[in-house]
């Protein structure tokens, strides 16, 4: 009796511990693999500078996408996460010249454009003139919308 549940207990253990798993387990196919695997996130080009940003603006006649935010802010991650990667948006962005601006690092160009809050993007024409703006986090549908808007003016 002790020895059938000995041999029980050990035969129990190979197949929680996978040990009869190994033996028949196969490697999944590629093309399988590939099904499963999420597609590249889109991603918008962006500079550095609000004045390098403006005078791009002004050579190739596109409005300025200005991203106000500051790396310890979490929304601002969330939208780069988030919405900066939709298709949509990305694609959007290619109509515009996109400048991240940091604002613990210029707090007066902040201040210039109002900014109180993070994060805010504001859309200008290349004069630096603001067509619009978005304060805080908006979902890529919504934000989409909003360069749509800000292209029309």
Not at 11 to 31: D, I, M, N, R, W
Not at 108 to 129: A, C, H, R, W
């Amino acid at each position: 009796m002790k020895i059938k549940v000995l041999i029980g207990a050990v035969l129990c253990s190979f197949v929680l511990c996978g040990y009869g798993e190994a033996k028949t387990s196969k490697k999944q196919p590629a093309a399988d693999k590939s099904k499963a695997e999420k597609p590249a996130a889109a991603s918008i080009s962006w500079v550095n500078t609000l004045a390098e940003g403006l005078a791009l603006a002004q050579s190739s006649k596109k409005p300025v996408m200005a991203d106000f935010y500051a790396v310890w802010c979490g929304w601002c991650k969330k939208l780069d996460k988030d919405v900066y990667t939709d298709p949509e948006v990305a694609a959007l962005s290619k109509q515009f010249v996109c400048v991240k601006v940091d604002t613990d690092k210029y707090g007066q160009e902040s201040s210039k454009y109002g900014v109180q809050g993070l994060p805010t993007i504001v859309f200008m024409n290349p004069d630096g003139s603001v067509i619009d703006k978005v304060v805080g986090y908006s979902p890529a549908p919504s934000f989409a919308g909003s360069m749509k808007k800000a292209l029309k003016k």
